[in-house]
C-alpha cells in the first residue's frame, strides 16, 4: 500500500529514534553474548599499542647510554627489541582491527535482522503514518552508513583512543611531571570535544530524518510518475524533491564547517601539549631532575599521539554519522506494536461468497495535522460489484483505499465488510477478509511455490497451478527448469515485472478473501504483455467485490461505478458514461487524462502500442 506524498501531512510521526545511553546499553549486552571475541578484541587492542609505544621508550634508553658512554653492544639489542615490537606490534594491531571489525559486524548483522523483523511486524497503519521513507532510510540507509563506520571509523577511533591512553601512561612512566606537562592538553581536548559534540550530534541525527524526507519525496514521485504526468504535476513533485535536496545539501555544508572548527581547536590542543612538555622537560634537565633520554622521549611520545588522535578527528565525521544511525535503528528495535483487538469474525464468510462493504461517515486525519484527509466519505460497494475511487494527487484516494483495506482507523465514522466493522479486529483479521494489491510487489529468494505459498500456507501444487493458470502464468512457468519448485528472485530466476504482477495476482487468488483492494496494481500496463496483465486483473478479480484505485482513468471505464474524491469529500459518483455527461470534475479530470495520456504517448512512442489499455480511443 503507498500514500501519496500529497496524501501524507507535511509533518509527519517518525519511527523512534532512542538516545545514545540506549544504543550504548544494546551494544554492551550483545557483546556480553560473545565475551571471548570481544575479550580478545580488546586485548589485542591494548597490546598492539603497548607495542607501539615501546620503541620510544627504548630510544630514550639508548640516548641515556649514548650520553653514559655504554658500550655499541647496547645498540645492537636496544635496536633488536625495537624492530621486535615494531613488528609485533604491527601484527596486534592488524589482528584487533580484523576482531573489532568482526565483533562489528556481527552486531551488525543482529541489528539488521532485528530492524527488519521490527518494521515487519508493525502494523500497516504505522508505516503508512511515518512515511516508507523514514522506513527505508533505517533499514537501507542507516545500515549502510553503520556498515562502513564498522569497517573503518569503529576499529580506528577504538584502538587510536587505547593507544592515546597508552602513550599518556607511558609519559606518566618517564616522571609524573613530565606526564603532568602533556596531560596539560588535556583540558583543552576536552573543551574542544564538549563545544563539539552538543553541536554535531542533533546535526547528524537532523541529517539522516532529512535524508528520510527526502527519499520519500523522491518514492513518492516515482510511484506516482503516471498520475504525475497526467495531471501535469511535475513542477509541483519536482519543486518538492528540489527543496528536500537543498535541505541535505545545506545540512551537509553546515556539518562539514562544524567539523572544520573542531579541527582548529584540536590543533591547539597539541600545540599546548607540547609546548608544556618543551619547557618543562627544559626544565628538569636545567634542575637535573631528569634524564636527557627521558626528556627526548616524552616531546616524541606526546608527538606519537598526534597521529592516533588525528585518526580520531578524521574519523570521528563518520563515527558520529555511525552514532546517529545507531540510534535510529536501535529506536525501531522499541517501537512498540499497536494495540488492536483480536480476534476474526464468527460468521467469517464462505471463500468465495461476494461482500457489501459499506463506508459511513468516515472522517481521517494523520497524526499532527488539523486538516482531515478525508471528511464524512460515505460509499457503498455492493456485493460482487466493483467501485473505481479517481481523483488528482492529494484527494485522499490512497488513504481511503488503505483504511478499506483495515490500515489504519478513522477519527470518525466506520468501514463495514458485511456486518464486520474492521475497526474491530487485529490486521490477521482483516485481511480474512480484505487484500490488498499495489504495484509494489516482491518476489522473494527461494522457490516459487513457497513464494505463492506466503498467500496460503496450506495449498497444494494443484491449487498453485490453477490459481497461475487463471491469471495466464502457467505457460511461462510450466517452461521453468523445475516448474514450480524452481528459485526466483535473487540467485534464481530472473522474472520480468509482467510476471511479478501475475505472481501477486496469483497470491491474491490463493487469499480467497471476499474483497480486493487493488492501488496502482497495473502500473506496468504499458509495458511487455500489458493486455495480458489486465485479462489477469479482471480474473483475479471475478465474482469478489472490488475497489480500484485508479490512478489512469482508463481503469475507471471497467468498474461498474466511479466515486470522484476531490478534497478528501466524494463530489461525483456514478458510471463513466454518467460522469462524463453531467460535465463536472470528473469529465475535467477525464480531458486531462486524455490529454496527458498523448502527451506522454509523443514522449514514449514505445510505450504506446496496439492493445495497450491506456491509449485513447480515436488515436
Same mark, same amino acid.
Given at each position: ?29 550483545h ?24 620503541p ?52 551488525? @548483522?543482529?541489528?539488521? =535482522? %532485528? #530492524? /527488519? !523483523? ?5 502494523? *500497516?497503519? $504505522?508505516?503508512?503514518?511515518? &512515511? ?49 606537562a ?14 563539539y ?32 504526468? @497526467?495531471?501535469?504535476? =511535475? %513542477? #509541483? /513533485? !519536482?519543486?518538492?524533491?528540489t527543496?528536500? *535536496?537543498? $535541505?541535505?545539501?545545506?545540512? &551537509? ?61 578524521f ?35 464462505? @471463500? ?9 461517515g ?45 490500515i489504519?482507523t ?23 477478509l ?28 494443484a ?26 528472485g535473487e ?77 478528501g ?7 463513466h ?13 477525464w ?12 514522449a ?16
Open positions: 500500500m503507498s500514500v501519496s506524498a500529497t496524501d501524507t501531512p507535511a509533518a509527519q510521526a517518525t519511527l523512534r529514534t532512542t538516545t545514545g545511553r540506549e544504543a550504548a546499553r544494546w551494544v554492551a549486552a557483546c556480553r553474548e560473545v565475551p571471548w571475541l570481544t575479550a580478545t578484541a580488546i586485548l589485542t587492542t591494548v597490546a598492539g599499542a603497548a607495542l607501539q609505544v615501546l620510544l621508550l627504548l630510544l630514550g634508553r639508548v640516548v641515556d647510554a649514548v650520553v653514559a658512554g655504554g658500550p655499541r653492544s647496547v645498540l645492537v639489542t636496544t635496536g633488536v627489541w625495537m624492530a621486535a615490537a615494531a613488528l609485533l606490534g604491527a601484527a596486534a594491531t592488524a589482528l584487533s582491527t580484523y576482531l573489532v571489525g568482526r565483533l562489528g559486524a556481527d552486531l551488525l @548483522a543482529r541489528l539488521r =535482522e %532485528g #530492524a /527488519v !523483523r521490527a518494521v515487519l511486524a508493525m502494523p *500497516s497503519a $504505522r508505516i503508512e503514518q511515518v &512515511g516508507r521513507g523514514d522506513v527505508l532510510s533505517r533499514v537501507g540507509d542507516d545500515v549502510a552508513v553503520l556498515s562502513r563506520g564498522i569497517r573503518t571509523a569503529v576499529p580506528t577511533v577504538f584502538s587510536a583512543g587505547v593507544l592515546v591512553v597508552i602513550a599518556t601512561l607511558g609519559m606518566f612512566g618517564l616522571d609524573w611531571r613530565l606526564g603532568l602533556g596531560a596539560g592538553a588535556l583540558p583543552a581536548y576536552a573543551f574542544a570535544l564538549r563545544w559534540l552538543p553541536r554535531s550530534a542533533p546535526l547528524y541525527k537532523q541529517q539522516r530524518a532529512v535524508q528520510a524526507d527526502r527519499a520519500q519525496a523522491l518514492i513518492s514521485g516515482l510511484n506516482g510518475i503516471d498520475t504525475v504526468r @497526467a495531471y501535469r504535476l =511535475e %513542477g #509541483a /513533485v !519536482r519543486e518538492k524533491v527543496t528536500e *535536496s537543498w $535541505r541535505v545539501r545545506e545540512l &551537509g555544508i553546515e556539518v562539514f564547517r562544524l567539523f572544520g572548527r573542531f579541527v582548529g581547536r584540536e590543533n591547539r590542543a597539541e600545540f599546548i601539549g607540547l609546548v608544556l612538555i618543551i619547557v618543562v622537560g627544559y626544565a628538569l634537565l636545567e634542575a637535573d631532575a631528569a634524564t636527557l633520554g627521558e626528556v627526548s622521549a616524552a616531546p616524541l611520545l606526546f608527538h606519537r599521539l598526534f597521529t592516533p588522535l588525528g585518526s580520531i578527528m574519523t570521528f565525521d563518520e563515527a558520529q554519522k555511525s552514532g546517529a544511525s545507531l540510534t535510529r535503528l536501535v529506536g525501531v528495535l522499541g517501537e512498540d506494536a499497536e494495540d488492536r483487538l483480536v480476534g476474526t469474525p464468527a460468521d467469517a464468510p464462505a @471463500a468465495d461468497a461476494p461482500y457489501p462493504v459499506a463506508v459511513k468516515l472522517t481521517f486525519s494523520y497524526p499532527g495535522t488539523e486538516q482531515p484527509v478525508l471528511q464524512d466519505v460515505d460509499l457503498a460497494i455492493p456485493a460482487g460489484g466493483s467501485l473505481a475511487l479517481v481523483g488528482a494527487t492529494g484527494a485522499g484516494k490512497s488513504t481511503l483505499a488503505a483504511l478499506i483495506a483495515g489504519g478513522p477519527q470518525a465514522g466506520s468501514v463495514r465488510i458485511g456486518g464486520t466493522d474492521l475497526a474491530g479486529l487485529d490486521e490477521a483479521g482483516a485481511r480474512a480484505v487484500s490488498i494489491l499495489t504495484q509494489e510487489t516482491h518476489v522473494f529468494s527461494g522457490p516459487l511455490a513457497d513464494d505463492l505459498r506466503l498467500a496460503a500456507p496450506q495449498a497444494t501444487d491449487e498453485l497451478a490453477d490459481a497461475l493458470r487463471t491469471v495466464g502464468a502457467d505457460g511461462w512457468v510450466d517452461a521453468l527448469p523445475a516448474g514450480l519448485h524452481t528459485p526466483v540467485g534464481g530466476e530472473r522474472l520480468d515485472v509482467t510476471k511479478v504482477a501475475q505472481i501477486a495476482l496469483a497470491r491474491l487468488l490463493l487469499a480467497r478473501s471476499p474483497v480486493v483492494v487493488l492501488d496502482e496494481s497495473t502500473a506496468e500496463a504499458g509495458s511487455e504483455g500489458a493486455a495480458e496483465l489486465e485479462r489477469a486483473v479482471l480474473a483475479a478479480c471475478a465474482g469478489r467485490t472490488t475497489l480500484f484505485v485508479a490512478h489512469r482513468l482508463t481503469q475507471a471505464m471497467a468498474a461498474d461505478r466511479i466515486a470522484v474524491l476531490d478534497a469529500r466524494v463530489v461525483e459518483h456514478g458510471t458514461k454518467e460522469l462524463v455527461a453531467l460535465g463536472g470534475r470528473y469529465a475535467q479530470l480531458r486531462a487524462w486524455r490529454e496527458g495520456s498523448q502527451d506522454t504517448a509523443w514514449r512512442p514505445t510505450r504506446s502500442r496496439a492493445g495497450d489499455p491506456r491509449t485513447p480511443k480515436g488515436r
